[in-house]
């Protein structure tokens, strides 16, 4: 479904991507695991369009490598960015309209599903998305992109700073998408969610992918979590 | 009392100019980044268009045709200008803007001269609309203080109630994320800015007959633009609004009330011997130093409120 070839990119002179290379099938949950700053968000913003990069990226069999953000979006490839980005002065409800690409289109996805899922952001539905807190602010974000109805979703660290009970909400969003058969780029640095869910890892380490395998072959080596990941 | 009154609905009507003017410029700002530095350009570029056009067939429909032209001109300026800079930073765009204030402006005295223009009000409203409280209200003046109001109210249901006022809304705050969501931002962009412009033609066609056709015009009003929209707060509209008419009342009031400093330097206990050359300041009045006002006001503003009444960011 997507494949990234010796995927390059800078950050003024500074080389951040190094040649990054990794595949997502139809349907799959792939993970991209690794501490902070080796470059997991510059990965998935060059997949979105929002970094320059050299390096090949296919979607579907077209190279999007050259596109911008909003052609990205549109050929079905969506993004739930690592600070949520909520539009403060609009509505929860605003907020998911506006992840439709056209007005009313149907999809995998409706409002009123999103809030069956999550009566918590219906009870919001009203107040402007800048006094949520940050774990509804999260689910909507999640929520929000959904209702552009992806086939491929990329999700930076959706867990980071929540309590225990919402990381398990969102959880639970992750197995609902992918059970409506969308594919999953999610980006963590802790492995509870990742390794539950994924069906394949990368670990990434300073700008390269240093591992990839099944989460049991992950769970199975103590050495490589210990170089790359446990902090 | 009368005097009051009348210069109230002048103060309000200049501020209502001012914020056509600073709507546009602040929307363009809180979304691109951009500080429009010919923003005032267009604003001339409007009057102008609108002195020539009704020449030809009359104000009314020049009202209607010289915005449109002014922000076709924006929607293209921005299309393969400012968009091909951008990839160069803020820096470039602010100069690139700047060059092309100064290309308006020379195309304006090639065409016009640099004399003023005899622009006029229509002859049909130049009857007095309304007495009040002794003091005379001209036709054109009422009349552009209701447009002015039926545009802003036209604005306001636009950006709160529509899908794209919603999506400018939203690119105010997070562009890059409206994009990720599948949203053409650069037409965005250029819609954004041609409206914008095309507003500040509506202030040129507006504020040209009254406030005088010429050369020098965009760089008079747009340094007071500036000025609105930093104190406002750079991208806020609300802000915007609010320091338009505060701007407006202002300047109006002091030349109005022409207060004399003397009373205030003698309650402070300061003889005008005592001032030696500062001896002129004592015998100046309110309306000497109104020009001033609204840079002495973005001075204080700076100094104790970088980021305006309104603004999310520092300036
Ligand atoms: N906008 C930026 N400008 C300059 N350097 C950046 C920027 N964003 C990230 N970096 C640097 O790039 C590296 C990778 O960052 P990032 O992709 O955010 O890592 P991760 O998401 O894995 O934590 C870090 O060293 C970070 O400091
Ligand atoms: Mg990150």
């Not at chain 1, 050929?75 to 992840?99: A, D, H, K, M, S």
């Not at chain 1, 492995?191 to 240093?210: D, E, F, N, P, W």
């Not at chain 2, 914020?19 to 010919?38: E, H, K, P």
């Not at chain 2, 509506?202 to 007071?224: D, H, R, S, W, Y």
Request: net charge neutral.
């Amino acid at each position: 479904m997507l494949r990234v070839e010796n995927l390059h990119a800078y950050y003024g002179k500074s080389h951040i991507l190094q040649g990054v290379s990794l595949f997502i099938g139809e349907g799959e949950i792939v993970s991209l695991l690794g501490r902070n700053g080796v470059g997991r968000s510059t990965t998935i913003t060059a997949i979105m369009g929002q970094v320059a990069h050299t390096g090949s990226i296919v979607f579907r069999g077209e190279d999007i490598g050259g596109l911008e953000a909003h052609q990205i979006a549109q050929r079905g490839i969506g993004y739930v960015p690592e600070n949520r980005n909520i539009f403060p002065t609009l509505t929860t409800r605003q907020n998911l309209l506006l992840g439709e690409k056209k007005p009313g289109q149907t999809g995998r996805w409706s409002m009123a599903d999103l809030f069956e899922l999550f009566p918590l952001l219906r009870e919001r539905a009203d107040f402007p998305g800048g006094v949520l807190s940050g774990g509804e602010q999260q689910l909507l974000a999640i929520c929000r992109t959904l209702m552009g109805d992806p086939d491929l979703i990329m999700i930076d660290e959706p867990t980071e700073g929540l309590a225990p009970q919402l990381v398990e909400q969102v959880g639970r969003l992750l197995q609902e998408i992918a059970d409506r058969g969308v594919s999953i780029l999610l980006v963590e640095q802790k492995l509870t969610i990742a390794l539950k869910i994924s069906k394949r890892v990368y670990v990434m380490g300073h700008g390269k992918i240093v591992w990839d395998g099944t989460p049991q072959e992950l769970r199975a080596d103590p050495q490589i979590r210990r170089e790359w990941l446990e902090v | 009392m009368e005097i009051l009154f009348f210069s109230l609905f002048n103060g309000i009507l200049y501020g209502l100019l001012l914020f056509m003017l600073s709507a546009g410029l602040t929307l363009i700002f809180g979304m691109m980044g951009v500080l429009n530095f010919a923003h005032a350009s267009f604003f001339m570029l409007g009057a102008y268009f609108a002195y020539q056009i009704s020449q030809f067939i009359g104000f009314w429909p020049a009202l209607v045709i010289a915005p449109l032209v002014v922000g076709v001109a924006g929607a293209l300026v921005e299309r393969y200008g400012l968009r091909q800079v951008h990839k160069y930073g803020h820096v470039a765009e602010l100069l690139f803007t700047f060059g092309i204030a100064f290309v308006i402006e020379e195309l304006v005295q090639m065409v016009w001269g640099k004399a003023p223009v005899p622009y006029e009000i229509p002859q049909s409203m130049k009857f007095t609309a309304l007495t009040w409280q002794g003091m005379n209200y001209s036709a054109y003046r009422v009349f552009m203080v209701l447009i002015s109001v039926g545009i802003f109210a036209a604005l306001y249901l636009f950006l709160k109630r529509t899908r794209v006022g919603l999506i400018i809304q939203a690119a105010l705050s997070y562009p890059d994320v409206v994009g990720s969501l599948g949203h053409n931002v650069p037409r965005i962009f250029m819609l954004v800015f041609g409206f914008g412009t095309a507003l500040a033609g509506i202030a040129g066609v507006l504020g040209g007959n009254v406030l005088g056709t010429e050369p020098a015009m965009a760089l008079q009003l747009g340094t007071i633009v500036f000025v609105v929209i930093v104190v406002g707060g750079l991208g806020s509209l609300g802000g915007a609004l609010i320091a338009s008419i505060f701007i407006g009342l202002l300047t109006n009031m002091a030349v109005s009330f022409d207060i004399p400093f003397r009373g205030f330097f003698e309650a402070l206990g300061v003889s005008p011997e005592a001032m030696g050359t500062g001896k002129d300041l004592i015998d100046m009045t309110s309306s000497g130093i109104s020009p001033i006002l609204p840079y002495l006001l973005l001075v204080l503003m700076l100094i104790f409120r970088p980021r305006g009444l309104f603004g999310q960011r520092d300036v």
